[in-house]
């Protein structure tokens, strides 16, 4: 689900790929808020706060939610810069490098918030948000846009487009096609339900705190180990008939 690019790219990669990280968005946003009362992905809440700062003249108020904006844009250039310097080393997975720093971030936060009092509550929001920021990049740039994880609005706003085209058999006739894609809308959607679910349960009820975060991290290392054993098993599979192939 981390390799395949392009024609070799099926509906069940965007499948798989969209249910693990949208499950681990789940998780970060609602921990993040429980922790810090910020939402780490709602970048036009964010604007709007910003905007209404900056209108009543309170331009250092305003700032941080600058800084916010700011910090989830950084971590998408991040992540696009990152996949397209490497894009040329075949023997590499450009697409784990992003992931690996998320995990790292949300570990070290994790990690950090044993051992040291929050007192810049507004340090960890940028650095959640510079981790979705991160993760929204790369899943656009391997699914070509058809897969958002981070955030709910245009996965609704598709949504109900899309629903809206069943009714309609003769203007979209490819209706095998069009029920993939909406069945790809609603796992992503439940997943981040259930991530967020978690999220808070953990946070909460078993007193996780922000050590939360590192569910969310161990989710992500064992989706990469999966993808890439996986790799690996059906890549030895295909040298294998092939050299059969060539004996007879």
């Not at 780490?40 to 900056?54: K, P």
């Not at 994790?110 to 790369?138: H, K, R, W």
């Not at 609704?156 to 203007?171: H, Y």
Request: charged share 15%.
């Amino acid at each position: 689900m981390f390799r395949h690019q392009g024609k070799s790219r099926t509906i069940k990669h965007n499948l798989r790929i969209a249910t693990v990280l949208s499950f681990v968005a789940g998780i970060v946003i609602v921990t993040g808020f429980l922790s810090i009362k910020q939402l780490t992905t709602n970048v036009t809440g964010h604007f709007a706060l910003f905007i209404n700062d900056v209108a009543n003249l309170e331009f250092w108020r305003g700032t941080i939610y600058f800084l916010y904006i700011f910090s989830f844009l950084i971590g998408s250039f991040f992540s696009s810069f990152l996949i397209e310097i490497f894009r040329k080393n075949k023997k590499l997975n450009v697409y784990f490098i992003p992931i690996l720093i998320e995990c790292l971030i949300l570990i070290t936060i994790a990690l950090l918030s044993n051992v040291v009092e929050i007192t810049y509550p507004d340090l960890i929001a940028c650095s959640l948000l510079f981790a979705m920021g991160l993760q929204n990049s790369l899943v656009t740039k391997i699914s070509s846009a058809i897969v958002r994880t981070t955030h709910l609005t245009g996965l609704f706003t598709d949504l109900g487009i899309e629903v809206s085209q069943l009714f309609f058999p003769k203007m979209h006739p490819n209706r095998n096609a069009l029920i993939s894609t909406i069945k790809l809308r609603i796992y992503i959607i439940l997943f981040f339900f259930a991530g967020g679910l978690m999220g808070g349960l953990f946070y909460s009820k078993f007193d996780f705190k922000l050590n939360t975060l590192i569910i969310a991290a161990l989710i992500l290392l064992m989706s990469l180990f999966y993808d890439d054993m996986r790799y690996n098993l059906i890549k030895t599979k295909r040298k294998y008939h092939q050299r059969k192939t060539a004996r007879y």
